[in-house]
């Protein structure tokens, strides 16, 4: 993938890849930086977000509640590859087993690749050193706030029963439950109400983070934020 130059925010794209997308979700346009979240549930979210891009991609496939390969051949991003080399045709690992067994180091993964392709850049913070990843931002922040958009506006759809592109909903609904900055305007507003609703039309990837924290958290996210679907 080239590196992007400097493009205004109406030309300007997103990676391609959704662990990608969901990294950029991470940054705080109030503080300006990439310290808002939880580094631990920020790596599982990154590593769902990858099993999540492989299924949807039909490199994954589901079979008796695990992941097994669905082609032959391996995708190009090299993230995305490792993944995928992880999980075997006779894989016995559920999708929650698969997230939390990988997601050590994952954060750091997804931020260099995003620095060697450009999608982030030093920040006003770059001297800051004691929080990993303070310093950057990415190359066009007003571009990561109509992605973030994109993903809300798709939730509010879905809970609304309007059909919508199942990569937005996968997204929308990561991030929502990795509490990233970039979706808090949902969760603040009527949405974060409706997580049991949208937790019934996830993937398996998406329902697999959500088991992933209901067993190292406390109760299910999906729970925790909202009521009655």
């Known amino acids: 993938m080239e590196r992007i130059h400097e493009l205004p925010c109406e030309?300007?794209?997103?990676?391609?890849?959704?662990?990608?997308?969901?990294?950029?979700?991470?940054?705080?346009?109030?503080?300006?930086?990439?310290?808002?979240?939880?580094?631990?549930?920020?790596?599982f979210a990154l590593r769902a977000a990858m099993l999540a891009d492989l299924y949807l991609r039909g490199f994954l496939v589901e079979r008796e509640g695990r992941a097994v390969p669905g082609k032959a051949i391996s995708p190009g991003d090299l993230l995305l590859r490792g993944t995928f080399a992880q999980v075997g045709v006779h894989n016995r690992a559920t999708w929650a087993e698969l997230i939390a067994g990988n997601a050590q180091g994952t954060v750091c993964a997804v931020r260099e690749q995003l620095l060697t392709e450009g999608w982030l850049r030093g920040g006003r913070y770059?001297?800051?050193?004691?929080?990993?990843?303070?310093?950057?931002?990415?190359?066009?922040?007003?571009?990561?706030?109509?992605?973030?958009e994109d993903f809300s506006a798709a939730l509010r759809n879905a809970i609304t029963g309007i059909p919508v592109e199942p990569w937005l909903l996968a997204g929308g609904t990561l991030a929502v439950l990795a509490r990233l900055p970039g979706l808090a305007g949902f969760v603040s507003g009527?949405?974060?109400?409706?997580?049991?609703?949208?937790?019934?039309?996830?993937?398996?990837?998406?329902?697999?983070?959500?088991e992933v924290l209901r067993l190292h958290g406390?109760?299910?996210p999906a729970q925790r934020m909202g009521g009655m679907p």
Do not use: W, Y
Request: charged letters at 15%; one cysteine or more.
């Open 218 to 220: 406390e109760g299910s």
């Open 190 to 210: 009527a949405g974060g109400n409706r997580m049991p609703k949208l937790m019934n039309m996830a993937i398996a990837p998406v329902a697999g983070l959500n």
């Open 126 to 148: 770059a001297a800051v050193q004691a929080v990993p990843g303070a310093g950057l931002e990415p190359h066009d922040a007003c571009r990561v706030g109509a992605l973030a």
């Open 11 to 43: 030309v300007s794209q997103v990676p391609s890849t959704l662990h990608g997308q969901l990294f950029l979700l991470a940054f705080d346009p109030k503080l300006g930086r990439f310290d808002g979240h939880d580094t631990a549930l920020f790596g």
